[in-house]
């Protein structure tokens, strides 16, 4: 079931001795991950730039809807913009339900995938209730190719400081985000009229009211305040601390080395 929604991926209930799986970590890791699991190393049309990895993670080449480990193997598990790509999601989050105890999954909203639409992306997805909801992109009214990600991904969140207090305040108004512990709620192509009507009629104040539940002045001020001291706490350690991952040939580069030295 979720417990939150998260500012981002750098804002997780992840506790210091957790053993950590990141499922679709592509170019841009969680450092945090102990283990991270990409299918597809030599071929970039899932995602921006080739597979990274951090020195002191443990690399695995396999299929997220048939990942290679244990039952509750993992304490927490990481799937950052992942779902909207995969052919079977139902699967997929039962793979990742099934080797940890709980996780993290983000991915694009319904408005998202219309400012910055992926060829690569198969699915539009929604958070309803609680509920992630997944609808076929085939099936959507809409026109998916004037990407505005320029502006949207590259440029705003970089250049305009409300822009990304808006990310912080409104996270849902782009991305899903979903902190889960135990199970994930989800349906996949719904035939009920009420899901539906999300997907394929113009949206009404209740059903916005329903998506952005209407708050208090003084709840939006204090949700405000705290995005914004979030988002300076996150620019200083991201300053401060923040490390780069290496390409998958530099890391088996290292582990050579390091097997080599210890032989």
């Known amino acids: ?136 992109k085939d099936k959507m009214p809409g026109n998916y190719k004037n990407n505005y990600g320029e502006l949207f991904l590259n440029y705003l969140p970089y250049k305009s400081l409300s822009y990304k207090l808006l990310s912080y305040s409104e996270g849902a108004l782009m991305l899903n985000r979903y902190e889960w512990n135990k199970s994930v709620e989800f349906v996949v192509n719904p035939k009920d009229d009420y899901n539906l009507s999300f997907f394929e009629k113009k949206w009404n104040r209740e059903m916005v009211e329903k998506l952005f539940s209407k708050e208090s002045k003084l709840k939006e001020l204090k949700n405000t305040f705290n995005a914004f001291f979030y988002m300076i706490r996150k620019d200083i350690y991201i300053r401060m601390f923040y490390k780069k991952p290496i390409t998958i040939e530099e890391y088996i580069k290292l582990k050579k080395l390091i097997d080599y030295e210890m032989e």
């Open 1 to 136: 079931m979720k417990v939150r929604t998260p500012y981002d991926r750098h804002n997780l209930k992840i506790k210091k001795n957790d053993r950590v799986l990141e499922v679709g970590s592509g170019h841009n890791p969680s450092f945090r991950s102990n283990v991270i699991v990409e299918r597809f190393i030599d071929n970039n049309y899932h995602r921006c730039g080739d597979v990274k990895i951090f020195p002191h993670q443990e690399f695995v080449n396999a299929n997220g809807e048939d990942l290679p480990f244990k039952d509750k193997e993992f304490d927490y598990v990481i799937c950052n913009q992942v779902l909207e790509h995969v052919d079977n999601p139902e699967k997929f989050i039962n793979e990742l339900t099934r080797v940890a105890k709980s996780g993290y999954i983000e991915t694009p909203s319904l408005i998202g995938e219309y400012l910055f639409p992926k060829e690569s992306h198969k699915w539009v997805i929604l958070e309803i209730d609680n509920k992630l909801v997944f609808y076929d």
